[in-house]
């Protein structure tokens, strides 16, 4: 992927949504949630600091993160879907 975001932003791979509930039933694509987690693919630089200096990004390309429900914006790379946000609209990190 020859794409990296500029400044405070990540590029998300969106996991899947669910097709079946806990109790069996196959969801059709009407009632499937929008998923609100994803694989970090690429970060940019960081926010640019007065100094001229960038803020460290806290995550990386690979990190697994939760999103708000309708943050971000929806890209179309490659023929993949993806999100572009701003790191500051992730709402957490999953530990390893």
Known sequence: MNVRPLDDRILIEVS???????????LPDTAKD???????RAVGTGKTLKSG????????EGDKV?????????V????AEYKIMRESD???KFLD
Do not use: C, N, R
Request: net charge negative; aromatic share 4%.
């Open 16 to 26: 899947e949504a669910e097709e079946m509930t806990a109790g069996g039933i196959v």
């Open 34 to 40: 929008k998923p609100q987690e994803g694989v970090v």
């Open 53 to 60: 200096g960038h803020a460290p990004m806290s995550v990386q």
């Open 66 to 74: 939760l999103f708000g429900k309708y943050s971000g914006s929806d």
């Open 76 to 79: 179309k790379i490659d023929d």
């Open 90 to 92: 992730l709402l957490g």
